[in-house]
């Protein structure tokens, strides 16, 4: 598994909900580990601790990581700093994955360069496009730095084409432009959708 690139790299992976990301995150991470790299994969808590978990595809695969809060709590991690965990020292993995990186933060991207300037290749998984069809917080920033973007597509809900965007449910119904992006006891739920079906309400 030589990588063509000289040492240390940025790879991104993105597309909308369901388009195989955390697949095809999976599926990169397990080839390293079959040819021997050390890997370490990380992916956004939900809750304010960081512990140990595991990154699923919604086709039930998985691979372990660590839950962090932030782009501190990885730097934090590698460094064994305050780490609740076994610090792995004073070496770098050889691949670091992380996956749903649009729900961390914009010191995701010194991070990762500061990582692939070290040696180490960094593959991120994300959402490049919210709910609203637009770019997605930093992840245009990651885009443009990458020495390789892979863009996936889902499958449209509604006719069955190549789905670029998710469409957001509030109740069943195409949520609003200017719906808050977390939405206290409402049943929401998303769908891969093309541009043509890919509904915003006024
Ligand atoms: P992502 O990380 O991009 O959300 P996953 O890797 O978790 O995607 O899941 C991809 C899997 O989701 C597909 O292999 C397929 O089994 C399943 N899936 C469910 N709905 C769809 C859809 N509308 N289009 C494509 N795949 C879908």
Known sequence: LRSPYHGGHLEVIVGPMFSGKSEELIRRVTRAVIARQRVQVFKPALDDRYHESAV?????????????????????????????????????????????????????????????????????????QDFRAEPFGFIPELLARAESVEKLTAICTVCGAPATRSQRLIGGQPAHFDDPVVLVGAEESYEARCRVHHVLQP
């Open 56 to 128: 699923a595809s919604h086709a039930g695969r998985t691979v372990n990581a660590v839950a962090v809060r932030s782009a501190r709590d990885i730097r934090a991690y590698l460094s064994g700093e305050g780490s609740l965990l076994h610090a792995p020292g004073d070496t770098l993995p050889d691949v670091i994955g992380i996956d749903e990186v649009q729900f961390l933060d914009a010191a995701i991207i010194p991070l990762a360069l500061e990582l692939a300037d070290a040696g180490v290749r960094v593959i991120l998984a994300g959402l490049d």
